[in-house]
């Protein structure tokens, strides 16, 4: 008898919701990380497949093994392929840690890796790239852990002085008064391993355009090891979809106990059908496939219509 072969590494899971792409892989207990390119941030690094180099920061939610595996490959491969120098955005509590990790590499390679590691407090924010901003929000797990938020600010004119002629605009900035004000709009928020709590009643999380959420237990029978674990059950999931405004709320950290058919079996028997065209799941390659040749169809319909008028 022929020996099986050996089992396929899983792909990257890949949706488009424009004008963002959310991809990455998400398996319980064995490695998370998701990217969401046009932010320029991966949220976790259990795993570093190639696509997630390109992350100038990589916000770390806690330190668990299959979050935070793979951060020295991510520092090591940025430098050896002339990348530049990688960010780590963590939890105060593991700052220290993570230097301890690149410490013990240079004692292996007998080489130092360069990198940078940024201590992030609840409630802080940090500016990635222009008017963007990655904001750190206390979560609950068994060990230090943060969520985040990915925020856009705006400036725009006082409500007050909508429609004063310029000149008393030009006068009143003049003599030092603030005209504007500062509008911050929730993009994307990533909550990490996380039970339910105060986390999913702040309005930047729950007003996120993408949220992208932990859902380990679908089970009815797992509610109580949800709880013990500190994880996020099904049952949360659809108390989180009545709370939330995001257009796409993306699925991740599921378990290999669950096949992604009986996945898909338990959100269409919990979650109300006018919910459930908003909900996603990261590693469901199948349905994800479908939908973007979807777009993509959709696309090139527009774009010859487009042509012939």
């Known amino acids: 008898m022929l020996p099986r072969e050996p089992a396929r590494s899983p792909q990257l899971g890949y949706l488009y919701i424009p004008p963002y792409r959310v991809q990455g892989i998400s398996i319980a207990g064995e490695q998370s990380v998701v990217q969401v390119p046009e932010l320029d941030v991966a949220f976790d690094i259990g795993a570093c497949p190639k696509p997630i180099l390109t992350a100038n920061y990589v916000a770390l ?9 793979a951060l020295s490959y ?29 410490k013990a590499w240079t004692g292996l390679e007998a080489q130092k890796t360069p990198y940078n590691v940024i201590a992030l407090p609840p409630g802080e924010q940090l500016e990635i ?58 993009l994307v928020c990533y909550t990490g391993d996380t039970m339910w709590g105060e986390l999913f009643d702040r309005p930047d999380v729950l007003g996120a355009k993408i949220l992208i959420t932990e859902c380990t237990f679908l089970e009815p029978g797992h509610r ?45 028997a919990a979650v109300p059908p006018e919910q459930l065209d908003r909900v996603f799941v990261l590693m469901d390659q199948r349905t994800n496939r479908r939908r973007f040749d979807q777009q993509l169809a959709d696309a090139e319909a527009e774009a010859e219509a487009k042509a012939d008028s």
């Open 74 to 102: 991510y520092f090591s491969q940025r430098n050896f392929q002339g990348i530049g120098v990688g960010t780590i955005v963590c939890h105060p509590e593991l700052e220290q840690p993570i230097h301890n990790v690149m």
């Open 129 to 186: 790239k222009n008017n963007i901003y990655l904001r750190a929000v206390e979560s609950v797990h068994t060990v230090p852990s943060l969520a985040y938020v990915v925020l856009e600010k705006r400036s725009k004119l006082r409500p007050d002085l909508v429609g004063q002629p310029q000149e008393k605009l030009v006068e009143l900035k003049n003599s030092g008064e603030q005209i504007t004000q500062t509008l911050e709009i929730p």
């Open 224 to 268: 109580g090891r949800a709880s013990v674990g500190k994880h996020l059950h099904l049952d949360d999931i659809v108390k989180l979809l009545e709370k939330s405004t995001a257009e796409a709320v993306v699925l991740t950290h599921l378990s290999r106990r669950t096949h992604l058919g009986m996945v898909r079996k338990a959100l269409e």
């Open 61 to 69: 939610t806690h330190g668990h093994m299959d979050h935070a595996a």
